[in-house]
Structures are given as C-alpha cells and as structure tokens.
C-alpha cells in the first residue's frame, strides 16, 4: 500500500457546505457545492481558494459533467429542471454560454457527448415517471428523445459509451436496473438493447467497449460482459458487497482508466478517518476481475469523519484531488 499526504487545502465557508464534485479540466480544477456554486481553482494554489465562485441557480444543484474537459466547457443540472453550459475560460459574469428548461421533474444525472453537441438528462421519479431526454445543445437546444417507460425510479446515473459516441447510451436506477440503450431506435419498447438487474444503482458506466460495472448503494460491485456471446444478464465478475474485503464502510465512486484496463474504486471509512483507492484490473484469467489490494493508495486522515463525495488526478504531477461533506477540497502527494 502506497501512502500519499495532504499538501493543501481549501474549504468552502458557510455552514454544513458539502463540496459535491469535482473534475478536471484545462483551466484547472471545478468544483461544485451544495449552496449551489460552480467553483474553478488553480489547481497549484488550492489554498488560495477560487479563482472563480459562480452562482448556478439551479434550486439544488446535483450534476456538473465535463461537457469539453480539455477546453474548460462543463454542464451542471439541478432540482428545477435545468441545465447549463459553462464556458470557465470566460469572464466570470460571461462564463453561463448556456442555460435552458431541460424538463419538468428534478434532474439527478447528467451524461455529455461534445461531438455530436449532445447532453442527456435523468431525472427523479415525478408525476409517476422517471424520464432520460436527450438534447442537441446546439444554438436553441433541441430536445431529440424522451423516455418515460424504461425505468421505474430515479435515474441516478447516465454514459455514452467510450467509443460509439450518443448512440449507445448507459442509464442506472433505483429500480435495481442497468439499462443500454441504442438511440438509434425511435420506438421506446425496442430501444432497450440489454437490461442488468444489480439493485439500487448507485454508479455504473462502462470499463470497456463491451464491459459495465455496476455499483449498488448498499455497496455490490458487478462487471458485466455486453458481448453476445456472454449470457445477458449475468455478471461475469460479482464481488458482492465490497466493504468487508476492502476495509471500508462506503464507496464514493468509480473511475475508469480510458485504455480499458480497468479502474480505480475509492473507499472510505469514517471510524478510521482514511480514505483509499483501489485498482480494479485484469486477472489472469480470461475476462477475470480482481481487486488489486497491494497497490492500494491510502489517504490517511482523509476527510475526518466525513463522507469524500468524490476524488480525481493529476497523474502528470502525481496529486490526487479529494471532495467531501466537511467543506474542503484537498490535495495529495506522496509522502
């Protein structure tokens, strides 16, 4: 196990001012909060606070998705139902270059695919249905596709695949059910092309061409096969609950190497105030999954006893962001 250090860090005034996600992008580090701020840091001078703190006016703000991560362009979405594009090069009072009613219902998940101008939308259960509404954000957005009967509860999670762009299209509930979808398909009863039953749906997206994880909210980890000659429905990779083999009592998140190696699970445990990252990888089997514990990366004190909503990296200057509902962004280096 590998152990890496705070070096900096920043906290969010106010009270019980939870930082909900973080991302980078090339102006630097965004940074979203629950008094409803979109915040840009220099990522080299985190301590020095925001370069940029801007309103979103989203009711509750619950979603920011890098829209074009390399140009500094991010989406945020919220309780009322709308959506922005942010452009975070620009002047602060220049930076919303886009905001616009997405839907009626509270929206819970956002997925960008910036080739095609596309955003989808997922949204809580409301009035009886919970929807996805993919948008074409070009000039007026349009909207393309609506969806009201492919899940029965909030939608919690949306991705466009890797590699085919906004026709195929990944979505999780709390139905239990990990839905993919060919947007190709006008009729709605056809446009499911293969359904995974995991439970709750906390996260899920995809580690490959062919292959979904699933993580559920009481922790269950599944990797899935999509290939067709895999049997539809059946993990060929099921951990079951995590939080005894990995030490934790909570799973913030999941994120996946682009080269489809694998993918990086972080772990908390607010009785033992660390915070761990854990490398999912290959076995040597074929199509086998293991958890490779021995190169974990331990955040010791991690974010107290609070929860790390999210995490990201700086590979190429080895620091590791951390996000969590004590109201601090903190940066980590190895010791």
Known sequence: ??????????????????????????AGLAAITSDQKLALFNPAKLEQGPISLLPTNHGNLRCLKPFDGLNSVVSTAGEDGSASIWDLRQDPLKAQVLRFEATEAPILSLACEPNSHAMAVGTELHDHAASILLWDVR???????????????????????PSEGPNILLSGSTDGLVNIYDTRITDEDEVIVQTLNHGSVHHAGFLSATEVYALSHDEKFSVFNLDETYEKGTPVADFGDVRSELE?????????????????????????????LVFLTRGNGPN????????????????????????????????????????????????
Request: hydrophobic share 35%; aromatic share 12%; with cysteine.
């Open 1 to 26: 196990m590998y152990l890496l250090s705070p070096i900096a860090a920043h906290r969010f005034s106010g009270p019980e001012v939870y930082v909900l996600d973080i991302h980078r992008v090339g």
């Open 139 to 161: 000039g007026t957005p349009d909207k393309r596709i609506q969806y009201t009967q492919v899940h029965s509860d909030d939608v919690t999670e949306l991705r466009f695949h």
């Open 248 to 276: 934790c009592q909570y799973v913030s998140n999941v994120t996946t190497k682009v080269d489809g190696s694998g993918a990086i699970i972080g772990v908390g445990s607010q009785d033992r105030q660390i915070f761990q």
């Open 288 to 335: 086998t999954w293991v958890f490779d514990k021995a190169s974990s990366v331990a955040l010791p004190g991690g974010h107290g006893e609070e929860i790390v909503r999210a995490f990201c990296f700086y590979d190429d200057e080895q620091v590791v962001f951390t996000a969590g509902e004590d109201g601090h962004v903190k940066a980590w280096r190895p010791s």
